[in-house]
């Protein structure tokens, strides 16, 4: 064993680590911080802000766990330097309910239509359905088969998402009706 | 019974939480807790020479570095064999840091603590360890031929041989009128949840205490290990599974080199490390040195009758099981008995060879050897029909064990130790419910439609028997608090099946409360130190049965409580949406909170409701306030224990359709009939059916570890690791049967593995029906199935005695009489 002899631990960055002060705009609240410049918008999230809804499935942009809404669109946390979205508004599934606990359409979705299992997965087929329905506001099963295909699942055989994301679109058309 | 929860699709506790970015998986935790990471073998096989640290060291951030030569005590020594068995003669684990020789790209080699895992890795990098290479034993077929051991006093690379047998064999076979011999290879996959492994422990210095939390499905087991390693008292150790990501039988092994390891370091550098030491796996890690599973060559000789009934099965299995054996040999063991499937296999007899090989450990992967076994017989069961030119179904109904003839013993001993036998299934009315669900007396129809408009298709099916709920036991704590909420606690782990529900569910109906009311926890070892973990199919079962009976215990002593209070004979009170009330006269009626205050002689009223529960306010003077077998508290505890395993059991049909030109296999209809007894949740046991059958569908057509000969995974990433998105997992059309076990009070059996076991048997038959010769090597890549076809063409493979599209058909004999052929060696294609 190798241990450092200092007894305390120095806060922050390591030496010589190039940081940027920046804000993070997530879920409508803004939030100033300095960060080394390497570090991933999915570990600032989860790390630095302490939102841990956004996950972490394979940090190579392929599972989709990590998604989140960047300006509206949907992108993968995993793949962008969080130094790089300074000022822009990102929305995480923390910001998908109402203020009141009120589940989003979508997220009521997925529960009537047991639209997950694990849970893991679940925040990038959230967010990817949000972008995807406004869009695509009354989805054919395959326009809707498609939109979720570059999220993976290993729980659910995707039956239950795609019939959750088709639910979420008519509770969406129903909540317009309603407004 | 007030309610009627069990049976009910209802909507999930879990997802209140799972839904909104409440959910706490083990990454989540622990956000000030210094970072562990790992510097991992490059090499399949090689001797450490030097681990020089120096550069590392100089990280800025870096706390500690540990190899080998650091750890003390038991730390030092192999990691825990967890399940020994007498054919597994040559056992080996790892150490939890490499001790002198690698044996699998992965294997952990240092360990570094930093302050977080940026630091962490960043050091790790500069570790420099020096390798002197050895020969990588890779492949079943180079640890067969034993031209170099994966460990130097295993020269054979034989971890264990084992053979059961049933009957006499050899003379069943020699006295058969048919005789085939098949050569059979399955390809290894992976659990791969979509949340790896992870660990968080924390040293809690005033007390001497350490809690490790752990994404694991087996907390309490993981609490006794690490106890035990550390050297602690089991009372000082507490180990929590949190939500986890996935398990799917990777989280059942324990404990991990990382689990014990970042445990000791967080005892060791708690002065460093107030809030202790965490490490999550990264996608990477999890594919090199987690665990895989499959991998297996078969042998079947069988000898049948004109009408396909089996006389005697002979089958050899070679089962690669990676570099270490900490799991035992559950899997062959799996493999070996439940092949048998629904079947009577007259005489039978299994022989199996557990390998090394210089490849991460094989350990269970839902199914656990049984997609492998199902695999062997229904490839078989083809081949017969074929060989007769019988229907497919045909010869399986004819083999079938009837309902009467439950329960049935196999003669054999179980994963369990118990012997095999089934205890109810009804497989004939399964077969015509599956029949039915597919249109399989429709299919020639449909066929000869598809090919007049150039289409090739094929239908297959396959059976399996599931041994689920296996022993030794769970256990249940069920609360009723003043506040009328009922607490639940159950040792075992969840990774997403919804226990939170159906075990609600269970209890709901049991106690006479609101299912609403009802909040449980899983994998706890603060609110459950008994239990065994989840795999198997086993957690509503055991943990089910448990909770009912803890459930039925605080239902009897609230009836006798409130019968005193309301002066009234217990059996003549019924409890409804928690209030007790006289039957009959509900005006008569005391609310379950009240009775929970009662059932608690109280001295201090620190409450309102606990004012009723004073001394002044109740009781007989002339009695003890707390009866002499009598705890305060409306509370139990009760444990399940069953004598043996229940059995669940499918069949699955399938057709496909195969692309003429680039042999692209798409699943046209995908239809599953299940028995596993009363259904507790239809939502729920859908749910796993639909998970499961998507990873057979994985495992058929698109998911393969690939080795190279140096013992390198080539596609470990999920670029590359073909794990289907939406776009490649069909409908899955399900029908249930509900036959009961006679086992267990709740007459349930397990569901959480069925979905994918025959997956890779029933599509490789669909396959061969729609091309016409035979497959017997899965999972199969269109390109496999193109090369397949060119050697078809040329002879090298077998083709179906029936004819299939337009096809000529090689090995068709016209006229041929099927009576005077034995012994027809029906050998396969060895060509890849």
Known sequence: MRAQADDGLPAGPAAGEQTREVTLRVNGVGHRLRLPVRRLLSDALRHDLERTGTHVGCEHGVCGACTVLLEGRPVRSCLILAV????????TVEGLAAPDGGLHPVQQAFRERHGLQCGFCTPGFLLTTVAFLRETPQPSEEQAREAISGNLCRCTGYQNILASVLRAAELSAGREEQA | MSTAMFGAPVRRHEDARLLTGAGRYLDDLGHRALAAAFVRSPHAHARVSDIDVTAAAEVDGVV??????????????????????PALHAPRTAYPLARGEVNHVGEPVVMVVARDRYLAEDAAARVVVSYDPLPAVVGLPAARSARHAVHPDVPDNVAAHLVQAVGEVDTAIAAAPHVLELDLEIERSASTPLEGKGVYARWNSDEGSLRVYTSTQASTSVRAAVAAKLGLPLVKVDCIAPDVGGGFGVKIVHPWPEEVLVAWAAQRLAALAPEGIKWTEDR???????????????????????????????????????????????????????????????????????????TVIVTPYRGAGRPQGVFAMERTMDAIADHLGLDRAEVRAVNFIAAEEMPYDQGLIFQDGRPLIYDSGDFAATLDKLKALVGWSDFQAYRE???????????????????????????????????????????????????????????????????????????????????????????????????????????????????????????????????????????????????????????????????????????????????????????????????????????????????????????????????????????????????????????????????????????????????????????????????????????????????????????????????????????????ELFELRASYAAGRVPGLRRTSGERTDPRTRPGHSPDNDSPDNDSPDKET
């Open chain 2, 284 to 358: 990477w890690e999890h594919f090199v040195s987690s665990a895989h599973e499959r991998g297996q060559l078969q042998h079947v000789r069988v000898g049948f009758d004109s009408d396909g009934r089996l006389l005697g099965l002979d089958v050899t299995i070679w089962h690669d099981n990676g570099a270490y054996t900490p799991y035992g040999i559950i899997v062959p063991i799996i493999t070996s008995t439940q092949l048998l499937g629904p079947y009577k296999p007259g005489a039978y007899r299994c022989e199996f060879f557990s390998l090394y090989t210089n």
């Open chain 1, 84 to 91: 790089s979205v300074d000022g822009q508004d990102i929305t």
């Open chain 2, 449 to 783: 439609q598809a090919r007049a408009a150039g289409r090739r298709v094929g239908i297959g099916l396959a059976c399996y028997v599931e041994g689920t709920g296996v022993g030794p036991y769970e256990g249940g704590h069920v609360q009723v608090e003043t506040s009328g909420k009922v607490m639940v606690a159950t040792g075992l782990t969840s990774q997403g099946q919804g226990h939170q529900t159906v075990l609600a569910q269970i209890v709901a109906d049991e106690l006479g409360v609101d299912f609403d009311d009802v909040e449980v926890t899983t994998g706890d070892t603060r609110r459950f130190g008994y239990a065994v973990g989840t795999f198997a199919s086993r957690a509503a079962v055991m943990s089910g049965n448990a909770v009912a009976l803890a459930a039925r215990k605080v239902r009897q002593k609230a009836l006798r409580i409130a019968g005193e209070a309301l002066e009234a004979d217990p059996s003549d009170l019924e409890i409804v949406s928690g209030v007790v009330r006289v039957k009959g006269a509900p005006a008569s009626a005391i609310p379950l909170s009240t009775v929970a205050v009662l059932s608690n002689p109280l001295r201090y009223a620190f409450d309102e409701a606990a004012k009723a529960a004073t001394q002044f306010a109740v009781g007989d003077t002339s009695k003890p306030p707390v009866a002499e077998d009598d705890e305060p508290g409306l509370e139990a505890r009760d444990f399940y224990s069953p004598t043996q395993s229940t059995f669940a059991n499918g069949m699955h049909a399938v057709i496909v359709e195969t692309d003429p030109d680039t042999a692209e296999v798409r699943v046209l209809r995908y239809c599953v009939v299940h028995d596993c007894g009363p259904l507790i949740n239809p939502m729920i046991v859908e749910g796993q059916v639909h998970g499961g059958v998507a990873q057979g569908v994985a495992g058929a057509l698109y998911e393969r570890m690939v080795y190279d000969d140096a013992g390198q995974l080539l596609n470990a990433s999920f670029m590359d690791f073909l794990m289907p998105y939406a776009s490649e997992i069909p409908t899955v059309e399900i029908d249930h049967l509900e036959t009961p076990s006679p086992l267990n009070p709740l007459g349930i059996k397990g569901a959480g593995e069925a979905g994918v076991i025959p997956g890779s048997a029933v599509i490789a038959s669909a396959i061969e029906d729609a091309e016409g010769f035979v497959i017997r090597r899965m999972p199969i890549s269109p390109s």
């Open chain 2, 64 to 85: 500690a570095i540990f190899t080998y030569e650091d750890l003390t005590g038991r730390m030092a020594e192999p990691l825990p064999l967890l399940i020994p068995h």
